[in-house]
Structure formats: structure tokens, C-alpha cells
């Protein structure tokens, strides 16, 4: 209530407020608030924000970062008392720790175990370490201050547009205490569908008031009763994105995927499981493929078994495909999956059989099927061990892992000598760690116990005894 009074938050009555949630703590409402309906404003004079675009050289994260802590750390210099107060209340809601994967031990990354989330939580680790000895050597900031300016800049931080255009990346007072609540992929994929140009669906915006003057305005996304807790969406991100930058994972998390192939270009690649097509033919497939509006879509598999995993599969229909039943395959969206998938045209003359369809189904399912066994098998570790290592930490920590230190931050912090309990904390980090690798294979094994349920056997499936 201080920190919404202090930052002249709108409406003046507020309509939500911070609580215990299952999540730790969030943003509740008060009242009915109907999907659309603005649940806050701040003027912008009120909020953290840096121009991305400047064309200073240095990214729009880190100079925001440095904005943050010389705000912070100067509040007992200023010479304004209530712009002193406001910014000592910011802090006190702000935690000493988000727990990002980024900020983790190289070891404990390394327990993540999925190659390309351990290689993107090691380059912001990097990143992140060599913009902190920049800003020890050339504006005497703490090291660890720094570091955890960044970790509250990737976790809470907004992006939007003013009205010349220009992008902005924000820290704002109140706002930026709402929880993270993941769409559907099908609900995901029809709001793209459905978004104008320069549209970005996004529960914030920028807007002027009768004076002409900015504010950033949050909007519930849903509809909402008293008592209940209020969810924005951070974006389309999967658990490791969500890890390195946020300190949690959403379990479930339906936005979540396991690539089979990084690219369109490593699928065509893969020739261990086709009869190689003519030239010609093997032309007109890359052609499609690379061609079509969904060639950076992740060729994965997804929560939710072998339905969920359409456009990867729809792909391999076109590989899989003689080149005059190419012309029967086209490029749709699939409401239901939320995403563009090669489907047949089954309404047009020569199109192949059903019978001819469900065999070129069954070989790229056997495929797929192949391919995630294979990956399954890079895991260091097993599920079954997994849950024993689990088990025997004995630690709680809830579904997610919360935020910690609030009402810690404080000048005197920032430029303190900062001394953590790192042994405790990798106990946590490893956690979370291995919640992650957790959730990947289950995933993976969801789609495998379905493929054996529809018919295939191991044999078929060269699977051994890895599965």
C-alpha cells in the first residue's frame, strides 16, 4: 500500500493487492476485474527505464542495471525525501536472490544436463560476469551488486514502445509483482494468429494521458474474482528460458518442448531413416520446407504426447512423401495445437488412401520415436535415479522456488561486502537443476509410452534397454 501511494499508482482505489499466493507471494484481486479491464498505472516519471536503442554500445539490460543501482544506492544522498522514500520502498520488495540459473556455479548448471540449456545458462553467466568487472573497473560498482542488478533486470523487467516509436526497457513499481502464468499452445498460437501489426498481445503498454504525459499500464488478461490471484504471461518461454532468467519453473509448464532437431537444415540432414529420394524430389521437399511460414518453429515433441508434437511430424510427412503426393500436403493451422502443421488435403482428387497416409504417419512417428530414445539416452542419469536423488535431499521447496531476501535490500547492502551461504544455496540451485532435467524426461517418456501404446514395438523402435 506505502509503495502504491508512493509511485501515485492508478486507480487511486486500488483493485488488487500483494498476498501469500501458492506461489510464494502475488498479486490478488479485491474485487471482479473483467478480462481487459486496467488493473494499474504509473507514470512513467515514476518508473526505471532506459531508451534500448540509444546507440550507446552498451544493451539496453545493463545500462538499465547500473540505472537500478545508482537509484537505489544513492536514496540516502538525495535531496528530495519522498523520492528517497519511494525508491527505499522499491527495495524493500525486491529480493537479495531470484535464483536464476544464470547467477548458479558452473557445476550446478551442468546439472541442468540438456546441452543447449546448459550452454545458454553458461553464455548469460559469462555475459553477466564480464559486464560486472566492467562496472567495478569503470564506475566502481560492487561485483556482486552488479550481478544482482542484472538478475533483477532479466526477471523483472518490461519492454515496450513510447509514442515515437522507440523501445524502451522499464523496472516498475508494482507492476512488476505479478506472477508468471504459461498459455497453451493452442491459446498461444490463435492470439498470434489473430495480432495486427505491431501488435504484441501483451498484458502491458505504454500510454499517454489527457496531459500528454506516459504511463505504463497493466491490463488483466482474464477475467478474475475477489480473492483470486491475478497471472500475466512473461512470454511464450520454455523452463530453461524461465530458469536462466526468472529462478523458476512452472510445473506443469505447457509451453515447455524437447527439440529433436535444432533446425529445418539438421532435419533435412538426418538420412539414416529415409531411401534417398531422386535430386529433384529432395529439392522440392527442402523447398517446402524451408520455404514454410513455420521453418523456425521447434521441431519437438511436447506435454501432451505424439498429438503434440504436429508440426514436427507434419514435416516428416513431406520427407516421407513420393514426390506426386508432395502436391496433397499443405501448410495450415491446426487450431488445436495452436500451430502450423503440414496437413493432407484429403478433399482433392488423388490424394493418397488411408491406408498410404497412416504408413507414412507410422514412419514418421517411429522416427520421432527413435530420435527421443537417442536423446533420452545422453541424460548422464535416469528418471528412476533422478527421483532417488530427489527423495533423498529431502528438501522442500514447493513447486517453484521462490524469491528471497525481501526487505534486505538496502544501500548498505548493495555496497557491502556481500557474503552468501553458498553451500546452502547450491543444495537449492541443484534442486532446481534437477527439477528441470526431470521434466524434460518426463516428457520424452510420455511420448515413448504412447508410441508402444499405439502398436509399435521395441524391436521396431531399436530401443534396448534404454527405455
Known sequence: ???YAAVDAKPKVPVLELRRTSKGRGMVALEDIEAGQVMVRVPMRHVIHVIEDEG???DGDVRLAKKLFWTLSAEAESENETSSQRWELYARMLPTRTGCAALWDEETIEEMQFLPAVESALRLKDRFQLEADRAVQEHAIPCHAMMWALSIVHSRSFAVCNERGKRIRALVPVADLFNHKSDEPAAAGALDMQLGEGETGEAWHLVMDAHSKPWFQMSALEACIPGEEIFINYGHETSAELLTS?????DPNPSEYVPLYQNMHELLEDDQFLETPSFPTMQRMREMLISSRSVDAPLAIRPGGVRSAGHLLGCLRVLYAQDHELGFLHEKFNVSLGELVFEWEE???GCPKES???EIERLAIRQCSIRA???LAEFPTTHEEDVEILDGLKLDLGKEQPEEGFGQVTREWLHSEFLDDIESRKVVDFVMALRYRLQ?????????EEVLKMGFDEEE???GETF
Not at 526468472?246 to 512452472?250: A, D, K
Not at 524434460?440 to 515413448?448: A, H, N, V
Open 246 to 250: 526468472y529462478g523458476f519453473i512452472p
Open 373 to 375: 530414445i537417442e536423446l
Open 1 to 3: 500500500e506505502q509503495l
Open 356 to 358: 498410404r497416409r497412416k
Open 56 to 58: 550507446t554500445g552498451a
Open 347 to 349: 478433399s482433392l482428387d
Open 461 to 463: 523402435l531399436c530401443m
Open 440 to 448: 524434460l524426461k518426463s516428457i520424452i517418456e510420455q511420448f515413448l
